[in-house]
């Protein structure tokens, strides 16, 4: 039952992460066209300030995910009902709050881009439109996805998302083509995603029937505060960087608001990539917190190896792909864009790499909270977040975009080796050589695959089916380095997930 939940898990997540892509790169392309760099990134520098707000959960979605395990796997709905009535209490206070948090952003945030042209009242309304759909996400609806990804359900979270994501972007298309301003376009985004937590309610009600005046269980975020470290790492993980450049575009002549815009096109792709691996582990943590629950230790040891070498894997072929292909790609993407510098090769190496080392620690990172361990890993959760912001400040001005990258890249670096230490000594009790080692093959199959395409006859990019023409060789090559080192190091780790993939496969046919 575990590995069927996780393969549907897995499937609706890479179908999400590809509508999400896909529709990604359509939606800011056609914001620039039509309203500018400036603009575009304005919108993404008013998405991002508002989900500052999620420093305010403090981590209480994971810790609550942990928290719901052990009563999933006994199918105790008094249990679960309390649980959920006390973190629908904890996130219907941070809604209430993100309310006055998106009036005070309403009323600073026009003065930090007024050097840009944008009057006070265009600029203030448009943070009150991107914010209704965040209010009823925390007050109607984040409880109920929390239930749902813990009892290993998150393809119902993801065919939803995938639904509101395709009709958000073809409203938006049609209101742009109807040369509507950029206020109705958010307001048409701000209804679209304001519907989604009211069906997430509707959807829990009919299948768990929690019971509405339960005893909140207080007990099942007591480790909010240690989850608070992990959730802050992550926050800065995914808004540093642009918090930084908005900040420094009103401050410095350095950097300007429509570097953010070229910003968030490179964070697009690599995000877009990042969001497909994390596809693959998708459920995954609910399955490895089933096992901790039921105590199956070996179980949980044989399929972590299994997950670690796939994730190694995977991360290497396709971030290895775009550090050579981003470049042409961003080139072809932005043609005819001039308001704005959009080549920048070193920020997007630097970007992509990051990415990478962060895709790298998902295994590591699934395990360890799956376990319920906040308080023993919080620390390096804190020192991630200090090194990527007084980094981040140091090298914005000198380095600029490049600054931002290599601040996170150093961040990401130092987390993820925590992370991997601290589950080979107290979870997995293995040797840490082993993470090492993977490490170290991967970066030769990574240094193998550049220099063959180096010597790869590269042709004059002029549009997308060109650019496809010269991805599909870098991927087989990148695809054949990686998985014949790794196939070499790893022979049975290769024969473990041809097992887990053969027996999948053997189980849907019989059910078809």
């Known amino acids: 039952m575990r590995s069927k939940k996780a393969l549907r898990n897995m499937l609706s997540s890479l179908a999400l992460q590809f509508v999400s892509m896909v529709c990604g790169l359509i939606l800011p392309r056609l914001l620039i066209r039509t309203f500018g760099s400036s603009v575009n990134g304005m919108v993404a520098s008013i998405t ?20 719901l395990y052990k009563p999933l796997a006994d199918s105790d709905m008094p249990r679960i009902s309390s649980i959920l009535r006390a973190s629908d209490r904890f996130f219907r206070r941070v809604a209430w709050i993100f309310v006055g948090y998106a009036a005070a952003v309403a009323c600073i945030y026009p003065f930090i881009v007024r050097g840009d042209g944008f009057a006070y009242l265009f600029t203030l309304s448009l943070v009150v439109i991107i914010a209704v759909s965040t209010f009823f996400q925390y007050y109607f609806g984040m409880s109920r996805q929390v239930l749902l990804q813990a009892d290993q359900k998150r393809y119902v979270t993801s065919d939803l998302q995938i639904v509101t994501i395709l009709l958000n972007t073809a409203l938006c298309v049609v209101l742009i083509r109807l040369h509507a301003s950029i206020h109705v376009v958010k307001l048409g985004t701000a209804a679209v995603y304001a519907l989604r937590p009211l069906l997430l309610r509707w959807i829990v009600r009919r299948q768990y029937a929690p019971d509405a005046h339960a005893a909140p269980d207080a007990s099942a975020i007591a480790q909010r505060w ?74 949980l040891r044989r399929n972590f190896c299994v997950y670690e070498f796939f994730s190694f894997t995977l991360v290497t072929v396709l971030f290895t792909c775009a550090g050579i292909l981003l470049q042409p790609f961003i080139a072809v993407y932005t043609r005819g864009v001039t308001d704005a510098q959009y080549l920048r090769p070193m920020f997007g190496v630097l970007l992509a790499a990051a990415e990478a080392v962060y895709c790298i620690r998902i295994p590591y990172n699934n395990v360890t909270l799956a376990a319920g361990h906040y308080r023993q890993t919080r620390n390096g959760a804190f020192l991630e977040a200090g090194i990527n912001v007084v980094l981040s400040v140091a090298l914005v001005i000198p380095l600029g975009l490049s600054g931002v990258a290599l601040a996170t890249l150093v961040a990401m670096t130092v987390r993820t080796v925590q992370y991997a230490l601290y589950l080979s000594r107290h979870i997995l009790r293995r040797p840490f050589a082993v993470f090492l080692g993977r490490c170290a093959v991967n970066l030769a199959a990574c240094g193998l695959s550049v220099l063959s395409c180096v010597l790869l006859p590269r042709p004059e990019i002029a549009d997308y089916l060109r650019w496809a023409l010269y991805a599909v060789p870098v991927f087989l090559i990148c695809g054949v380095w990686t998985l014949l080192l790794n196939s070499l190091f790893y022979r049975e780790d290769l024969r473990n997930l041809w097992t887990v993939f053969r027996h999948s496969i053997q189980k849907r046919r019989i059910r078809s």
């Open 48 to 67: 991002q300030f508002l989900g500052y707000i999620v420093l305010f959960e403090a981590g209480v979605g994971g810790v609550v995910r942990a928290a």
């Open 226 to 299: 240690d989850g608070f470290g992990h959730h802050t790492a992550y926050f800065l993980h995914t808004n540093t960087d642009v918090f930084v450049l908005t900040l420094f575009s009103a401050w410095s002549r350095a950097v300007q608001i429509a570097d953010v815009s070229v910003y968030t096109v490179y964070y697009s792709v690599v995000a877009g990539i990042e969001k497909i691996v994390s596809a693959f582990s998708s459920g995954i943590e609910a399955a490895f917190g089933n096992m901790i629950a039921r105590e199956e230790t070996e179980t």
